[in-house]
């Protein structure tokens, strides 16, 4: 195939990252299409799968290579949960394996040469659920006709595609062959790929170019549309396209099981993808089961029905709250309920807002003696036995153990309940003066009581700021709790007026060095510590603050030295620079972490693992773990 190049607008030697699955076995036909392919319905399977299919010797659970066959049933909440298969199934580009390691699946290989030239190899014969062939015109279509049409992507593509606003030059060099190259390294590129909602590179082009004007004439696209539907081509195409929401039955799709189901329904079916692309070392085709079922209930109800049975398989909508009625349900119906470790830096996190909007306030969060007098004036023991029964983890709102980058005195230090310590700080931030009451004053005379806001319906987290009200106040800090509403939450954090929140801790608590350290920099709005540094950053200093405390400041320094880099001996640096940067400055409070996730697994399932990770990012929840290698026992 003649190389075609298109072009919007390696000091370290060549990286080559082939896949780490063994050789392919002799290929077995799956006993559900048997019939389909005696009679001519389907080709037989060495003729479906590609020429080196992926092939999966690691069984997550420790039960082996299973049996195919079977249906099994999970419980959702509503519609758009239909998103949920395409983040278990875990089907991408490069996947984390249980180590949160990077590895091609999708993907034969790659090579990466100075981190900014990235040569993809696709699996000869690889093809979409509907039997056309996955090739290099999938990501052409996506660059050229989606990715940099001004109507479908007006704000272009995305930041990750973009070093220093620029974005890469893609070659074709023949249809299993794509190159992405920019001038400086792009560390967000191969990352992005494994993410529990990656950066799609691809579409299925046979099936979108019937639904895009360049292809396709207006009449004819509205002719196609499900129902006839009216509207412009991109409103139909983007109504059509939901590959990460899996909620078209007719979008050909890579993943293990096909979306049949057309939406609004109480029950969405998954069928097996008969042209699914690994196997077993025993050359049996995956996935192990035929079908999976999503039934909507409600969210309230799902705890009852999974402790009654009612689920094969139940992550979603179950909260360690529920671990005791689960427990005791399994006695009766015979479910198993596993306890997961939840992968969050804290599962209740303090942020002192550096911007706030109250000047007294604001100078006194921006204090590194207060926020480490909060911090060890907290007994963390304390909340764990109480709410936690002394199943968490007492720890600093960072990253937990699992990762690499982990040092221990990243979640111990200024986490160590000392009332004498926290006084002493507080007396030096000027805080030595108290009320009758014995509650600190301020500088302009008003009691040290401290608002925090919160948007949280769990009861848990209600608890533990009761608890820490009762800490703080011996050591002479007020605290009151303020509920609201997300979108209040959020506003009021983003525009200053909430001198302190508390949320959810760090949502990536496993990095890798080639994971982004963006979350521990003001870098987004969403920073709820400093939002309106995060947001010049977000909008190219055209909203929020430019940053003006150096020891913050510095974090965008260390930052740009991880994106800018060549190699991972200067990414581990930088990471180990805003990890240790974070930790001395407390700009977040952490509480617990390691919280257990209840996973109810029916009584048949096999290859679950007994431990495990739960997170949305690494790990996709139980995508981590490949469901395509559960399997049912007779």
Request: glycine share 6%.
């Amino acid at each position: 195939m003649k190389r075609r190049v298109f072009t919007a607008g390696m000091a370290l030697g060549a990286l080559f990252r082939p896949s780490l699955l063994r050789a392919a076995p002799a290929l077995r036909e799956t006993p559900l299409f048997a019939e389909r392919v005696k009679s001519g319905e389907l080709p037989p399977v060495d003729k479906r799968l590609p020429q080196q299919p992926s092939v999966v010797s690691y069984f997550p659970g420790g039960d082996g290579p299973g049996r195919q066959g079977g249906e099994v049933n999970m419980l959702i909440a509503n519609a758009r949960d239909t998103r949920l298969m395409t983040i278990y199934a875990n089907a991408r580009l490069i996947v984390y394996d249980d180590k949160f390691k990077l590895q091609t699946d999708i993907l034969e290989s790659y090579q990466a040469k100075e981190g900014r030239d990235f040569t993809l190899k696709l699996r000869a014969g690889h093809k979409w659920s509907d039997g056309k062939p996955f090739t290099t015109e999938d990501f052409r279509f996506f660059w050229e006709d989606i990715a940099n049409n001004k109507e479908l992507s007006p704000s272009g593509p995305s930041v990750e595609l973009l070093v220093d606003g620029e974005p890469p030059k893609v070659e074709i060099l023949d249809e299993l062959t794509i190159r992405y190259t920019w001038a400086k390294p792009n560390p967000y590129f191969i990352e992005s790929q494994a993410r529990a909602a990656p950066l799609w590179l691809y579409r299925p082009a046979h099936y979108l170019k019937k639904f895009h004007i360049k292809y396709t004439p207006a009449e004819e696209i509205a002719k196609a549309s499900r129902g006839g539907q009216g509207g412009n081509w991109v409103q139909i195409l983007r109504s059509v396209d939901t590959m990460y929401y899996d909620s078209n039955p007719d979008l050909p799709t890579l993943n293990p099981w096909m979306q049949t189901t057309a939406p609004p329904a109480q029950r969405f079916v998954f069928d097996r993808n008969p042209y699914y692309y690994r196997v077993d070392e025993k050359g049996c085709q995956l996935p192990y089961f035929d079908r999976v079922v999503f039934s909507v209930v409600a969210a309230n109800l799902v705890p009852a029905k999974a402790g009654l049975g009612e689920s094969d398989l139940q992550c979603r909508y179950l909260n360690m709250r529920d671990y005791t009625f689960l427990r005791k349900s399994s006695k009766t119906s015979n479910v198993e309920v596993l306890l997961w470790e939840q992968g969050s830096g804290s599962q209740l996190a303090f942020y002192p807002n550096l911007n706030a909007k109250d000047e007294v306030w604001r100078a006194l969060n921006r204090d590194v003696r207060f926020r480490r007098a909060l911090s060890v004036g907290m007994d963390r023991d304390e909340l764990n036995e109480v709410i936690y029964s002394g199943l968490a983890k007492p720890s600093n709102n960072t990253i937990m153990p699992q990762s690499a980058l982990f040092k221990e005195e990243y979640a111990t230090k200024w986490a160590t309940h000392d009332v004498k310590l926290a006084n002493k700080l507080l007396d030096q931030a000027g805080l030595n003066k108290r009320n009758d009451e014995g509650i600190r004053l301020l500088s302009d005379g008003r009691a040290a009581t401290i608002i925090v806001e919160y948007s949280s319906e769990v009861s848990e987290d209600t608890d533990l700021l009761s608890l820490v009200a009762d800490q703080w106040k011996k050591i002479g800090i007020k605290l009151l709790t303020k509920p609201q509403s997300l979108n209040n939450f959020r506003m009021r954090a983003f525009s200053g007026e909430a001198t302190m929140t508390a949320y959810a801790g760090v949502v990536t608590a496993v990095p890798s060095v080639e994971t982004s350290p963006k979350e521990f920099c003001p870098t987004m709005q969403g920073g709820l510590q400093w939002p309106r540094w995060g947001m010049f950053i977000e909008s190219k200093g055209k909203q929020g603050e430019k940053c003006d405390v150096q020891d913050v400041c510095s974090l965008l320094d260390d930052l740009r030295t991880w994106e800018t880099a060549a190699d991972n001996e200067t990414r581990r640096k930088a990471w180990d620079k805003i990890l240790q940067t974070n930790m001395e400055q407390v700009y977040s409070i952490g509480t617990l972490n390691s919280i257990g996730q209840p996973i109810v697994i029916g009584p048949k399932i096999r290859n679950v693992p007994k431990k495990g990770y739960y997170a949305w990012d690494p790990g996709g929840y139980i995508g981590l773990y490949k469901p395509d290698t559960f399997w049912l026992a007779s």
